[in-house]
């Protein structure tokens, strides 16, 4: 949007309350993408601000002939989290199945809520669990295309792969997806 | 068409992407082949979850928490130095709703004329309360009504003393026209009743209309 383009030309004059517009205008959707890939509230949190730091920091490398103002922030996101990734893997090599396991299974919802709800959040927690246990480079695209409704140009962008290879991506991570699902709600079913 | 292939153009096809003919061969294929339909159903499945997963909201204070840490701290305005549940609180939606339910209760307060530094038991019966709201609203619509009446009687004089300016060389002994001071009297005394209803009517008609549309209001207020 143009509306970006100008706030961010501000910014770079040392316009603070650009910077906060921009800020507040797309913490969400970074927000979200974080929560997508983490699954958790904090962690979410830490890496936005994280990913927000490096945005503020690289501001002047933007350049928006080559590309929306959204996808650079996305491109920058998604390195953050890789990065992200590679460490916490390497941490979590040794890590027992255990850890998986409890993304299956819900912690027990406290009776006080009305079953509508208990059932909204495990149809919630159900789609993170299986999201996690998608294989990452199948994962980030559903994310992008399903959750952050970006095109399939702009998420060959952010990748930096061709478009074929992501719209290839997107048709067998969403049959994974599906079957990761069906096989969590079947197990959950027998219990 | 090749499994292979339709397993490749399952995305395409669940998104309306294909062209005709190519929608028409895999129709015809997934009619054939259980396994295929099997696939479809399952990237069908998928974007049900998907499309129906709502976004997670990130804590108010998030956008602060980066500000201070890129353009350095900023000073808080004061909604955000109060606790969360006095932030809750100062939301539209809740201040409306409160300062609705105070103003409600002073006016019933006020017709029932509660004086609240000598609160009885008793007097906080709500029938007591009904009876003396009711007998004070009959009140404060006949003095009302005697305001109408004085207005409307200043207003007739006024417009017998401009006719009689704009007439004053006509003949002194001929009748004027039927609008005649005398008749004009007479008229107010015949059709105080009429007026009188009708002006209810319309009063009433016209709190109905503030109400429903508060009520609107208050319906698009509330999320
Ligand atoms: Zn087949």
Redesign the interface.
Same mark, same amino acid.
């Given at each position: 949007m143009a509306e970006d383009q100008e706030l961010v030309k501000r910014c770079l004059a040392g316009d603070?309350a650009a910077?906060?517009t921009l800020?507040?205008f797309h913490?969400?959707k970074i927000?979200?993408l974080c929560?997508r890939f983490t699954g958790s509230?904090t962690e979410?949190?830490d890496l936005?601000?994280e990913v927000?730091?490096k945005v503020?920091q690289t501001l002047r490398t933007f350049d928006p002939l080559q590309g929306q103002f959204s996808t650079w922030l996305n491109r920058v996101a998604r390195n953050h989290l890789v990065d992200h990734y590679r460490k916490v893997s390497r941490d979590r090599a040794t890590a027992s199945l255990d850890d998986e396991e409890e993304g299956l299974h819900p912690r027990a919802a406290p009776s006080a809520e009305p079953a509508t709800q208990v059932e909204d959040r495990e149809?919630?927690e #159900?789609?993170q669990a299986?999201l996690a246990r998608l294989s990452p480079d199948m994962r980030e695209v559903?994310i992008l295309r399903?959750?952050q409704d970006l095109d399939y140009a702009e998420i060959a962008q952010v990748l930096g792969v061709p478009e074929g290879t992501v719209?290839?991506r997107?048709?067998r991570g969403? #049959?994974e997806?599906?079957?990761i699902?069906?096989r969590m709600l079947k197990k959950e079913r027998l219990e | 068409m090749t499994h292979w292939e339709v397993?490749?153009?399952?995305?395409?096809y669940s998104e309306g992407a294909l062209d005709r003919a190519r929608a028409a061969q895999m129709a015809e294929h997934l009619a054939s082949c259980e396994e295929c339909r099997a696939?479809l159903?399952?990237?069908?499945?998928?974007?049900r979850?998907?499309?129906?997963?709502?976004?997670?909201?990130?804590?108010p204070w998030?956008?602060r928490?980066?500000?201070q840490?890129?353009?350095g701290e900023?000073k808080p305005k004061w909604v955000e130095r109060l606790p969360g549940w006095m932030q809750w609180a100062l939301r539209p939606q809740v201040v409306y709703t409160v300062s609705m339910a105070v103003f409600s209760l002073s006016f019933i307060l006020y017709t029932s004329r509660v004086n609240l530094q000598a609160v009885e038991l008793r007097k906080l019966n709500p029938t007591t309360w009904v009876y003396r709201a009711n007998s004070r609203g009959h009140l404060l619509v006949a003095r009302a009504e005697k305001f109408y009446y004085d207005l409307r009687f200043v207003y007739e004089l006024e417009s017998i003393l401009r006719q009689l300016k704009q007439q004053p060389s006509s003949q002194p002994g001929s009748p004027q026209n039927p609008q005649k001071p005398g008749g004009g009297s007479s008229d107010i005394q015949s059709s105080d009743v009429g007026q009188l209803a009708l002006g209810s009517t319309q009063d009433l008609s016209a709190i109905q209309f503030r109400e429903t549309t508060w009520q609107r209001g208050r319906r698009s207020l509330t999320p």
């Open positions: 603070d910077w906060e800020l507040t913490h969400r927000y979200n929560y509230g979410a949190e936005t601000q927000f730091i503020f149809r919630k #159900l789609l299986a559903v399903d959750l719209k290839s997107i048709n969403r #049959l997806l599906g079957r699902l069906k | 397993s490749n153009l399952l995305t395409d696939m159903d399952d990237v069908q499945f998928a974007l979850a998907l499309r129906t997963a709502e976004d997670v909201e990130p804590s998030l956008v928490r980066i500000l840490a890129t353009t900023r």
